[in-house]
């Protein structure tokens, strides 16, 4: 966990980058937040781009730093585990739709205060009223990393759900599953209540929702989509195949001078046990590691360890 990967090590740099220059841009009379945060799209501030820059700026160095902190602190283990460029993809992805969340709520509730004061017979009398009430809208932005950071929560939550964290102030560990359950209802709770205290909760849920039908769809979808689809894993298992297999013929061709074939006993408990390590690879592709039983796993690291 405490090894930057370089997808999370780039993340974190230019998330910081882009925190200072937000102070030199100040002094410059440029508001970076502004123009790169994410605006409610039927106001003339908001730009298509900001779907993806909104992801680097944060509202405060206590914004940043626990964004930063979650991301390295899971970030680091997600990559390690899918790869950078599968890592990234979901990033960026989860980060996009927790956007498209913060929207559609903000319609919504834009739906509902127009509503309250005239009738909203089409989309062009919200357009009109949007409009009119631009300058008041500038105040609908949402910046931040959480929604993607968030994903990178779920993501850890179902690819390690027995996985023991110690979470202050909680006295005993706690399994990740039910660590990632408590945020959704605790973001739920938020987002439902009215307490208008500055914080895209349904972004958060957004990034989530994202996440896991993402993760959802790659796992029953393994080898979709242009290598988004399948892991660093899937090679190492790959690999793991093949110096089992050139490790079996070795064995062979030492014990009967070069010619395995002599002995049939011996080459059908060699094609017994070949055969036993493509099921458990075939398992693994279709379900995934965590769903090999305790035997599975050390037959398949004891074999794959012999010289």
């Known amino acids: 966990m405490f090894r930057l990967t370089p997808v999370v090590k780039n993340l974190l740099i230019?998330?910081?980058?882009?925190?200072?220059?937000?102070?030199?841009?100040?002094?410059?009379?440029?508001?970076?937040?502004?123009?790169?945060?994410?605006?409610?799209?039927?106001?003339?501030?908001?730009?298509?781009?900001?779907?993806?820059?909104?992801?680097?700026?944060?509202?405060?160095?206590?914004?940043?730093?626990?964004?930063?902190?979650?991301?390295?602190?899971?970030?680091?283990?997600?990559?390690?585990?899918?790869?950078?460029?599968?890592?990234?993809?979901?990033?960026?992805?989860?980060?996009?739709?927790a956007g498209l969340i913060q929207e559609l709520v903000q319609l919504v509730e834009f739906y509902n205060v127009v509503s309250s004061s005239v009738s909203v017979?089409?989309?062009?009398?919200?357009?009109?009223?949007?409009?009119?009430?631009?300058?008041?809208?500038?105040?609908?932005?949402?910046?931040?990393?959480?929604?993607?950071?968030?994903?990178?929560?779920?993501?850890?939550?179902?690819?390690?759900?027995?996985e023991r964290l110690f979470i202050f102030p909680l006295p005993i560990p706690i399994k990740a599953k039910w660590f990632v359950l408590i945020y959704i209802a605790i973001e739920l709770v938020s987002a439902l209540g009215s307490s208008g205290d500055g914080v895209a909760h349904f972004a958060h849920l957004g990034g989530m929702l994202f996440g896991f039908l993402m993760i959802r769809y790659w796992s029953k979808h393994p080898y979709s989509g242009n290598g988004y689809g399948t892991s660093k894993g899937g090679d190492f298992f790959e690999s793991m195949k093949k110096n089992w297999e050139k490790h079996t013929h070795k064995n062979a061709d030492s014990i009967y001078g070069g010619n395995g074939n002599k002995d049939w006993e011996?080459?059908?408990?060699?094609?017994?046990?070949?055969?036993?390590?493509?099921?458990?690879?075939?398992?693994?592709?279709?379900?995934?590691?965590?769903?090999?039983?305790?035997?599975?796993?050390?037959?398949?690291?004891?074999?794959?360890?012999?010289?």
């Open 121 to 162: 017979t089409s989309i062009g009398v919200l357009s009109a009223a949007a409009e009119q009430l631009g300058s008041a809208l500038i105040n609908w932005m949402t910046v931040g990393a959480s929604g993607a950071v968030y994903a990178i929560l779920l993501a850890f939550g179902m690819l390690y759900p027995e």
């Open 266 to 307: 011996y080459n059908a408990k060699q094609k017994e046990k070949q055969e036993e390590i493509d099921r458990i690879l075939d398992k693994i592709r279709k379900s995934g590691y965590d769903s090999l039983t305790e035997e599975e796993k050390k037959k398949l690291f004891d074999n794959s360890n012999k010289k």
């Open 14 to 97: 230019i998330n910081t980058l882009m925190f200072l220059a937000t102070f030199v841009f100040e002094r410059m009379g440029i508001d970076l937040s502004n123009l790169l945060g994410l605006h409610f799209f039927m106001t003339p501030y908001f730009k298509i781009y900001q779907l993806i820059t909104y992801m680097f700026m944060h509202g405060g160095f206590t914004h940043l730093f626990f964004n930063m902190f979650a991301l390295w602190m899971f970030g680091t283990i997600i990559e390690s585990t899918w790869g950078p460029k599968k890592f990234l993809f979901y990033y960026i992805s989860c980060g996009v739709g």
